[in-house]
């Protein structure tokens, strides 16, 4: 059974720092595409931040772009998401995602394959 597990959200205030992993478990997504996307409530689901299979292109929103850095470790199919100085505005549900291919892209209907989320809130 394939598994997408997401963790490291947290209730933090503005200006702090949080470091997100998803696992993955069931096969490997080492040729795959891998993003983060987020959903704040009453918002629809939003692009964060994508990274090829390699690890050797990353692609961020403009909302974090500087703020966030994508990060995959193939030997461990694992993804991890570095968020600087938050924001309230990053509040929202993190998920993680895996694509069919091994090229990223901002549409989720790209993404096959979805963790739970983790929870993020920041206090302004």
């Known amino acids: 059974q394939v598994q997408l597990v997401e963790s490291g959200g947290g209730l933090v205030q503005a200006g702090s720092s949080l470091r997100l992993s998803c696992a993955a478990s069931g096969r490997s997504f080492s040729y795959n595409a891998m993003a983060w996307f987020r959903q704040a409530p009453g918002k629809e689901r939003e692009f964060v931040a994508a990274?090829?299979?390699?690890?050797?292109?990353?692609y961020y929103a403009d909302s974090v772009k500087g703020r966030f850095t994508i990060s995959r470790d193939n030997t461990k199919n694992m993804l991890y998401l570095q968020m600087n100085s938050l924001k309230s505005e990053d509040t929202a549900v993190y998920s993680c995602a895996a694509a069919g291919t091994a090229y990223y892209d901002t549409d989720p209907r790209s993404y096959d394959y979805w963790g739970q989320g983790t929870q993020v809130t920041v206090s302004s």
């Open positions: 990274i090829y299979w390699s690890g050797i292109s990353t």
